[in-house]
């Protein structure tokens, strides 16, 4: 089975572009969560979406937004890039909307020049 | 607010050794405690968690774990280290209710393995 899927692996974009982060989650699983891992840092929670909807944010700007499809895929979107935002970008999928059990993905590599 | 700690940024032990990694959390019940592992430039692979009943927890790897509610630590063990263990461990608590999602990590701790 495969496991949680993230596209593309590396991303290099500027300043002031927007990036869109794509998600697949575990085949069943309806719970997708965000977070971002800057270098040297334990991994922040962005959002969580769940049946489509969101469940949970954490203390990101507005500049960051997220949906989540009819077949519980993802997208993180981030707007008016800074260079602070250069960081991992880990997906992790979950069975129910507690993520009491997450699965994570290999992560997207963002660098803001 | 909830927070998790640990203390340890590099750990460096010999292969064969034993390995102890800490972690301590702040939060006002009893929280699940997860440890993951990550290699460079890997996502994050869950090693064990912690919810209720025995306080000792196996898990994958030869890893175990113990909580102990009374210094609110949750330390991560291992009898015998491989090289292949060498990575970034992070201590993580969360989800704070049945609603919730969100998952707070520590700094994580770097093994280095002398061989």
């Known amino acids: 089975d495969a496991g949680v899927t993230q596209s593309p692996t590396h991303l290099i974009k500027t300043r002031g572009q927007q990036v869109t982060l794509r998600c697949s989650p575990i085949?069943?699983?309806?719970?997708v969560s965000w977070y971002q891992q800057v270098l040297g840092q334990g991994p922040q929670f962005i959002f969580q979406?769940?049946?489509?909807?969101?469940?949970g944010r954490g203390n990101f700007p507005d500049r960051f937004s997220a949906r989540q499809f009819p077949n519980y895929s993802s997208e993180l979107n981030v707007n008016a890039l800074l260079l602070g935002d250069s960081a991992l970008y880990l997906c992790?999928?979950?069975?129910?909307?507690?993520?009491?059990?997450?699965?994570f993905g290999q992560g997207t590599r963002l660098t803001v020049v | 607010a909830q927070s998790v700690t640990q203390p340890d940024i590099h750990i460096t032990v010999s292969e064969g050794a034993s390995l102890e990694l800490r972690c301590n959390y702040s939060?006002?019940?009893?929280?699940?405690l997860f440890w993951y592992v990550q290699s460079p430039g890997q996502g994050l692979q869950l090693l064990l968690k912690?919810?209720?009943?025995?306080?000792l927890v196996q898990g994958i790897k030869g890893f175990e774990a113990e909580f102990k509610r009374s210094q609110s630590s949750f330390n991560l063990r291992k009898p015998s280290v491989h090289w292949s263990d060498a990575a970034e461990y992070f201590c993580?608590?969360?989800?704070?209710?049945?609603?919730?999602?969100?998952?707070?990590f520590g700094s994580g701790t770097r093994l280095s393995i002398r061989p």
């Open positions: 979406y769940y049946e489509k909807e969101e469940r």
């Open positions: 939060y006002g019940a009893t929280p699940y």
């Open positions: 993580a608590v969360g989800p704070f209710d049945s609603s919730a999602s969100k998952i707070i």
């Open positions: 912690y919810f209720s009943g025995d306080t």
């Open positions: 085949s069943g699983h309806k719970s």
């Open positions: 992790a999928s979950s069975p129910q909307r507690q993520n009491t059990e997450a699965f």
